[in-house]
């Protein structure tokens, strides 16, 4: 009982949304429109059934080719993923690396100024 309550809520929910989106002008123009052309092209479709057929083998095709080239480089696509994952540790280590030089030259340098700074004379 509780499941065809929820569903029947949703569908009012959804039916109401609908219609108060089909109160903006835009809206309803445009859902218009594509309404007129999925008609168009049902009725094309349903006049010429071989083009339908031969656009959805094309599209299977298409779509099967795609799948097969990913399919050839699997391999190629996780070794370099597995190369990323290897690297990865290793830039971290260098990039520590590089930094800590970094700071240990820039307090060298405030050392080394600060103590010249010492040795001038004011006069």
Do not use: C, W
Not at 76 to 104: C, G, H, N, R, W
Request: aromatic content about 6%.
């Amino acid at each position: 009982m509780m499941t065809n309550k929820l569903v029947l809520g949703i569908a009012l929910g959804a039916a109401a949304g609908m219609v108060i989106s089909l109160l903006d002008r835009q809206t309803r123009n445009e859902t218009t429109q594509k309404l007129k052309d999925v008609s168009a092209n049902v009725q094309h479709y349903a006049k010429n059934r071989d083009e339908l057929k031969d656009t959805l083998l094309a599209k299977v095709e298409s779509v099967q080719n795609i799948y097969n080239q990913f399919a050839e480089n699997k391999d190629y696509y996780l070794e370099k993923i597995e190369e990323v994952k290897s690297l990865t540790p290793q830039v971290k280590t260098f990039m520590d690396d590089t930094k800590q030089a970094f700071t240990s030259s820039a307090d060298k340098m405030k050392q080394a100024d600060d103590s010249s700074e010492d040795e001038i004379i004011h006069l």
